[in-house]
């Protein structure tokens, strides 16, 4: 047959598109049958056999290829709506690549047909193509658009709080003990926070490194009597006049830690009008009877000037933890070491804790003052050995900073100090997260963590199951435990209690109320208990879950799942459910789905790749929840990273294995070492379709959804961790904590992109975003100035957290004119 003569040109590019489809072909075709073999969808091996054929089709510019191409692609489309209906960013992946390809084809048929037939007008494929093109215009453009979650329709029944339960300072961490991050300040709303503007920035000078194990700044600052107070990761503690942005003074204590260094906040106490009852403190030993087992430390500081005549002794005082086991008292007027606490200001957490290698033990969320009591626990380095140090919850006078008692995890004989000179049980269950108070109760609500290691358990004790990820509820003058209640049993997961419980008291529906602790979990469960009682409000049931195999492991038969309260980005995923940028990366994250052993909620991890969902970062973090008393709304933000672990034998495991964040973990002291991987696909995106990361309100009267969206665009993040620069609501993992006011606003900065953004709290529409110079993982807090009485919204921003862009700026905004 004679052939009509095309330009080279177009030639080559016909033979560049059979060349795409073959290789296209090859690689689906291929991997299909791995997935078929792991007993996955059919669909990719015959989708790659047509591509490969359509593709030496093309190449050789025979027509056929394009009819085969055009029946391809409209299985493709059947397939794809038959698998994940109209949900738009499932459909990116199947659809999305092809329609490409398909634009292509239509602008090649015109050349092919024009090879075979002669000069016969083929223009029909170039406006097919032109329409194909014009389609991924919609897709982009919709690509910018919300498609997951839904705005409340009606505004909600407000009620009045009172000023005690509304401060507009911002005395503690989430503004009371209680663990609510609400204001009562009302000047800005939802009706003119267009007005808002920055008043001022301020520049700490610790600028956090981006090494995944280093330095966060994940602060919520204070603000007392007309100060400021902020904490870099470094624990520096930086007074500022918050009308103008002003260093008023500075205290730096010199910190040695070598990694994971933090200040989540401060704490602050102010003496009570009536005389203080020392008697209930009586019993406890003396700092001198402290100084048993660890050497003096060096306390340093600048920009202040100790006292030179005599103690400088304070009545208000802010403690701070540092990571490197020190609890700091400072006169919030000065800056000063309050003297008349510990030694010269200072009280050595290493006491009776044994032998601390650098970087294992220290406290990075804030004390708690409880009374006249101040509460310190900490984070220990997860998952390197057995025995490391204790998790030890102390409370100190927060007068003279003597211990008054101590609760041991490991060895509830202990009261105070360790007997006859011994350390504190190493390896114990410990407590990183903050704490929160109920003054009424006098209780200290402490969520706890795991033994360590994380993934094996084999050998933990009685006591390690016993309070391992529970809320337990401790009396503030005694140490006594009063309840307990253990939200995963045998905990093999890193699934710990990573927020301060929210206190609240909930509606009884019989115009009176019940006082609750709300506790979210990375899980994605969120248990309601009563705060007096320890006792479930809302319906928990304990349901079979998947046994493991691992040689010397115990397993749980049961886990509570609070059916009682919605669950949070923790839905059994299925095959359908895997994601990807493109058809490829979406197969891999299907065989990988495929090939793993996954039973939903609670797998346990074994001698093969295991999923689990959600992973070891939640589900919720440390950022815990805000609340809106006005219209009992619960807020909460969560992540949605999966985590692929299994076990190594001990043999297997090399000497330098470190895996702080990710990769092999030594688990040193076990029989097994164990591997961790994020759930992500070859080029950086999470296996599971989208969101990554949302914000919803529950309301604690009916306990449902009220309204939900996503957090978070990929302007600042993407592929391959290359910032795509656009504003799609994707949904990206979230960290940090969001702040709610009694004027129907919600604020939140904790996304991966680089903006501090307002909701109307009643509806979940985001009203207004400002752009930050660089991402942040702390919390908002808001109060009023009592010299010229605005309203501000104050934030620290350093950094989100994985992204190379770092900065040490205090932000402020005010209402302009």
Not at 83 to 103: I, Q, S
Not at 466 to 492: C, M, P
Request: proline fraction near 7%; glycine fraction near 10%; hydrophobic fraction near 40%.
């Amino acid at each position: 047959m004679e052939h009509k003569s095309i330009s080279t040109l177009l030639k080559l590019y016909v033979r560049l598109i059979g060349i795409v489809l073959i290789l296209s072909g090859l690689i689906l075709a291929v991997g299909g049958g791995f997935l078929i073999s792991y007993g996955g969808s059919f669909y990719y091996l015959p989708m790659g056999i047509a591509l490969f054929l359509s593709g030496l089709s093309i190449f050789t510019l025979r027509s056929w290829g394009v009819v085969l191409f055009a029946l391809a692609y409209i299985a493709t489309v059947a397939w794809a709506l038959w698998e994940v209906g109209l949900d738009f960013w499932p459909l990116v992946p199947r659809l999305v690549a092809l329609t490409g390809f398909a634009a292509l084809v239509a602008f090649a048929y015109p050349s092919i047909m024009k090879y075979r037939k002669g000069e016969k007008s083929y223009w029909g494929g170039y406006a097919l193509g032109i329409v194909l093109l014009a389609s991924l215009g919609v897709v982009f453009f919709q690509s910018l658009q919300t498609h997951y979650g839904y705005f409340a329709t009606e505004k909600p029944v407000r009620k009045t709080v009172s000023n005690d339960d509304a401060p507009t300072d911002w005395q503690q961490y989430s503004n009371t003990t209680k663990g609510t991050r609400f204001s009562g300040a009302e000047q800005i709303t939802p009706d003119n926070i267009d007005k808002l503007k920055t008043a001022w920035t301020f520049r700490t000078g610790d600028i956090p490194e981006n090494s995944g194990a280093g330095p966060e700044d994940q602060n919520t600052p204070l603000f007392i009597d007309n100060t400021l107070f902020v904490c870099t990761p470094f624990n520096k503690v930086i007074a500022i006049e918050p009308e103008t942005g002003k260093q008023l003074w500075k205290y730096d204590p010199k910190i040695t830690t070598p990694n994971w260094q933090r200040c989540r906040g401060l704490a602050y106490y102010t003496p009570v009008a009536t005389e203080i009852n020392q008697a209930d403190l009586a019993n406890a030993p003396t700092m001198d009877q402290e100084k048993e087992l660890a050497a003096p430390n060096e306390f340093a500081q600048t920009n202040v000037t100790a006292s030179s005549d005599k103690a400088n002794a304070c009545g208000a005082r802010i403690f701070m933890n540092t990571t490197d086991d020190r609890l700091v008292a400072l006169d919030p007027a000065t800056g000063k070491l309050c003297e008349d606490f510990g030694d010269k200001g200072v009280v050595d957490l290493k006491l009776n804790m044994g032998d601390i290698p650098p970087g294992y033990h220290g406290p990075t969320a804030p004390p708690t003052v409880a009374g006249e009591v101040v509460v310190v626990a900490g984070r220990v380095a997860d998952n390197y050995s057995t025995g490391e140090p204790s998790g030890v919850v102390r409370a100190y006078s927060v007068h003279d900073g003597h211990l008054v008692w101590a609760w041991d995890p490991g060895n509830p004989d202990t009261k105070t100090t360790p007997a006859d000179g011994k350390m504190y049980t190493r390896g114990s269950v410990n407590v990183w997260a903050t704490m929160a108070y109920d003054p009424k109760l006098d209780l200290i609500y402490a969520p706890t963590g795991n033994a360590t290691p994380d993934f094996w358990a084999g050998e933990r004790t009685k006591y390690d199951d016993e309070f391992n990820s529970s809320i337990v509820a401790i009396e503030a003058k005694t140490g006594k435990i009063r309840w307990k209640y253990q939200t995963v049993h045998h905990d093999l997961w890193d699934y710990d209690l990573p927020s301060q419980p929210l206190l609240y008291d909930i509606p009884d529906g019989k115009g009176g109320t019940v006082p609750a602790l709300l506790q979210t979990a990375k899980s994605g469960e969120i248990f309601m208990l009563n705060r007096e009682t320890g006792k479930p409000l809302a319906e928990v049931v304990e349901k079979p879950v998947t046994q493991g195999n691992v040689e010397g492991e115990r397993y749980s038969k049961t886990q509570p799942f609070s059916v009682g309260m919605p669950s949070v980005g923790n839905q059994t995923l299925k095959e359908s459910d895997m994601w990807g940028a493109t058809p490829f990366d979406q197969l891999w994250c299907r065989i990988e789905f495929a090939s793993m052993d996954y039973n939903g909620l609670f797998t346990p991890p074994g001698m093969k790749k295991t999923l689990q969902w959600p992973g070891s970062l939640g589900g919720m973090n440390w950022g815990s929840v805000s609340v809106d008393p006005t219209t009992d709304y619960m807020f909460i933000n969560d992540m949605r990273i999966g985590l692929v672990n299994w076990m190594i034998p001990r043999k297997d495991i090399s000497p330098n294995a470190s895996g702080i964040e990710m990769g092999v973990v030594p688990q040193s002291g076990t029989p097994f070492g164990a591997m961790r991987l994020r759930f992500m696909s070859p080029i950086g995106v999470p296996c599971q379709a989208p969101p990554y990361g949302t914000m919803r309100a529950i309301d604690l009267k009916t306990r449902q959804v009220v309204w939900k969206v996503p957090v978070g665009t990929v302007e600042d993040t993407g592929i391959m961790g290359i910032p795509m620069h656009l504003p799609a609501p994707v949904g990206m993992p979230t960290l940090g904590g969001s702040l709610s006011t009694k004027s129907g606003l919600l604020f939140f900065a904790g996304t991966q992109d680089f903006y501090l953004r307002a909701y109307d709290s009643h509806t979940g529409k985001e009203v207004w975003k400002y752009r930050l110079p660089v991402g942040s993982q702390g919390t908002p807090i808001t109060f009023i100035s009592p010299k010229n009485g605005k309203q501000y919204i104050v934030l620290t921003a350093s950094g989100a957290r994985q992204s190379p862009a770092r900065g040490d700026y205090v932000m402020a905004w005010e209402l302009g004119q």
